[in-house]
Each structure stands twice: as structure tokens, then as C-alpha cells.
């Protein structure tokens, strides 16, 4: 079916006799997978004697949908569509495990058990989201990988505003909030050994069309078609992510990314409440290091450094 959905997006009439022999299938195959992509919300005209043309195309995630117009070198060359799956990051892991290359992308209508950070489950309700994970390996020892959070998380706040227009800002280390609300979180896993790294699998859930949220995160989360007053274009916003993670990574070899990181924080100068396992304290966020921990001036005037694996750093003033 993605072939000839890729034919039917260049927008020409494409004839149903040259994708019977191009795909070595019958006529009637071809008018099948016509019809199923009908059931899926594409208007495709049938032009008489000379065969289909697509006039309109929906809210979909399918690979070669967010491909078109896509002009980046590595990430998202390489993208896996499900209609359903448990976690994208489960999906992509086992991807990589099997040699899947750099920038693989595997993406989901609907997740059944979406997970967040720290064993935290992520809502995905179908067709309402954008559940990606995208594959990394970096040449990199595993001390030296935390900066891919941060990329992922600047990366996906940029094209959220690119997308949107709205103010994406980041909460460290990197979910995205815009005006205080949660809309996107994220949860990075990675595949090591004491010396090297073999993959990364960066997974990011983005709030789109939801207008209704649990009671427990009805306060703080909120949909970017809520907070823009119109629907979102889902498959423009993963290209939008893809093409832009390509140049914050380009940022990181420059040694800029962490300029743009704050620049795009939430967190700064804001009060916070610091909980770690074994105590909770309230401060001010002073900086965001290059390596990217938070360091937090206490009540007692005691600067703090905050380590994103072993706490959760709320606002006392609103979400952020």
C-alpha cells in the first residue's frame, strides 16, 4: 500500500494498468488497496480512462505521508508505521537489536502501554497523539550520552513552535510545556555495555488532538490543538521533529546546544521543588550545565547540583 501512496502523493493521475505491472499485481489488487485507503479518510478520484488522482489526504502517520517533503540525511530515512503497538520504544529497541540503522523511526497511531520516566505509563489514545521512537547510536562512551535527552528535548520544542507557532518551552531535562500545560514527554533507553554504547532509542509522546485528560493531569497537561484553537497536522510535525533533530545535532558538534537549550527553558530563575529519594528541598534554578544537570540555590543559599535520573523537579508557580 505505501507504494502506491507514494505515487498518489506526487498529486498526478496515476494509472491503475502502469501499478498493476509496476508492483506485478492485478487490477483488481490495485482497486483493493484503492478502496482500503479510501477507508482511511484518502479521497482519491477515479478520472476516467486514465486512472486515480488523490485530492485530499487526512490526519494520518503513515511512512510515506510524513516522508513527503522530508530533506534530511539520516534521521527518519527509515520510518516504521503501526496502526497499534504495546510501545514504540519496546517496537524500536528490538529494531535496533537486529541492526536497525541510525535514525530509524518507528511511529504509532496508538500505543496500549505507552511508558513514561521513572515506570510512569503514558496515555496514547488512538489517533490523538504522535508515539515515536527514534533509534540512535552514538560513538560515544555511556557517560557521555545524557546530551541526547537534551537534544531530543530541544528538537522536538522547536518543531513544536515551527509547527504550532506557540511558545514551546522545555521543563527540565525535557518535557515540553507551553503556557505552564504539558505536551509532550519523554523517555530515552539505552543499550550499553561498561565501555561503549550499541543504541539509543529516544522515545517522545506529543499531546495533539486530546481535549479531555484524567483528573490526576487535567491541571497540567493540555492537547497543541487545544492550545492553538485549531486541529494540528500530525505527520508535519514528526517531519518537523526529524528535520530539526538533524540540526541540533549538528549544534552539539558545533558546542551551541546547550546555548539554545536554555534559551528555550522553563526552569531558569523559576522556583522549584527538588524530589529525590531520600529528601525534597525548594530553591531556586540557577543554570543548566553543559553536561546538562540543574543547579538549584537552596533556602539555606547551598548551590545544589540535580541529576536527572535520580529526581523530579516541579514548579511552585504553575506546571513549569
Not at 35 to 54: D, H, K, T, W
Not at 198 to 227: C, K, M, W, Y
Request: with cysteine.
Amino acid at each position: 500500500m505505501d507504494d502506491i501512496l507514494e505515487r498518489l502523493l506526487t498529486g498526478e493521475i496515476v494509472s491503475g494498468q502502469a501499478l498493476s505491472e509496476a508492483m506485478g499485481v492485478t487490477r483488481a489488487a490495485v482497486w483493493k488497496q484503492m478502496e482500503q485507503l479510501r477507508a482511511q479518510g484518502f479521497v482519491i478520484e477515479s478520472v476516467g480512462r486514465q486512472g486515480y488522482r488523490l485530492t485530499a489526504c487526512p490526519d494520518t502517520l503513515m511512512a510515506p505521508v510524513i516522508r513527503r517533503g522530508l530533506e534530511t540525511v539520516w534521521a527518519g530515512r527509515e520510518i516504521v508505521y503501526l496502526r497499534s503497538v504495546d510501545s514504540t520504544n519496546r517496537y524500536a529497541r528490538e529494531l535496533a537489536s537486529r541492526g536497525a540503522a541510525e535514525g530509524t523511526l518507528v511511529v504509532a497511531d496508538e500505543q496500549t502501554a505507552g511508558r513514561g520516566r521513572r515506570g510512569r505509563g503514558w496515555i496514547s489514545p488512538a489517533g490523538e497523539g504522535v508515539f515515536m521512537s527514534l533509534i540512535l547510536r552514538p560513538q560515544a562512551h555511556p557517560s557521555q550520552v545524557a546530551g541526547l535527552s537534551l537534544q531530543a528535548a530541544l528538537a522536538t520544542a522547536r518543531a513544536i513552535a515551527n509547527v504550532t507557532g506557540l511558545d514551546a518551552r522545555i521543563k527540565w531535562p525535557n518535557d515540553i510545556v507551553c503556557g505552564g500545560k504539558k505536551v509532550c514527554g519523554m523517555l530515552l533507553e539505552m543499550n550499553a555495555d561498561e565501555q561503549s554504547v550499541h543504541d539509543v532509542v529516544a522515545g517522545i509522546g506529543i499531546n495533539v488532538h486530546q481535549r479531555d485528560f484524567p483528573p490526576e493531569i487535567a491541571q497540567t497537561a493540555a492537547s497543541l490543538d487545544l492550545l492553538t484553537g485549531t486541529s494540528v497536522n500530525r505527520a508535519a510535525l514528526v517531519r518537523a521533529f526529524l528535520q530539526e533533530f538533524e540540526t541540533v545535532s549538528s549544534m552539539a558538534q558545533a558546542g551551541t546546544l546547550m546555548d539554545a537549550y536554555r534559551e528555550r527553558s522553563a526552569t531558569l530563575a523559576q522556583r522549584v521543588q527538588v524530589i529525590a529519594p531520600a529528601e525534597m528541598f525548594t530553591g531556586t534554578a540557577l543554570e543548566v550545565t553543559d553536561s546538562g544537570s540543574l543547579i538549584v540555590l537552596d533556602e539555606q543559599g547551598q548551590r545544589r547540583e540535580v541529576l536527572a535520573a535520580d529526581v523530579s523537579v516541579r514548579g511552585l508557580m504553575g506546571y513549569a
